[in-house]
């Protein structure tokens, strides 16, 4: 989207999209690619975890 605001400047002297909107895409965009692999990580690694179906206890010796 940038590069198209940088175009339709040199042609028509004038951005289509502000700046300001360029960059919360940017950011938006970043911070769900991030969040969405690190979902997918998680959920990937709780399914594959070895130890889910054993019981939890502790032994206590005096």
Aim: aromatic content about 16%; overall charge positive.
């Amino acid at each position: 989207m940038a590069f198209n605001n940088l175009i339709s400047y040199q042609y028509n002297e004038a951005y289509l999209v502000p700046f300001s909107i360029i960059i919360i895409e940017f950011l938006l965009t970043v911070f769900l690619m991030i969040t969405g692999r690190l979902l997918v990580k998680v959920v990937y690694m709780e399914l594959k975890n070895p130890s889910s179906g054993k019981p939890n206890f502790n032994l206590w010796c005096r």
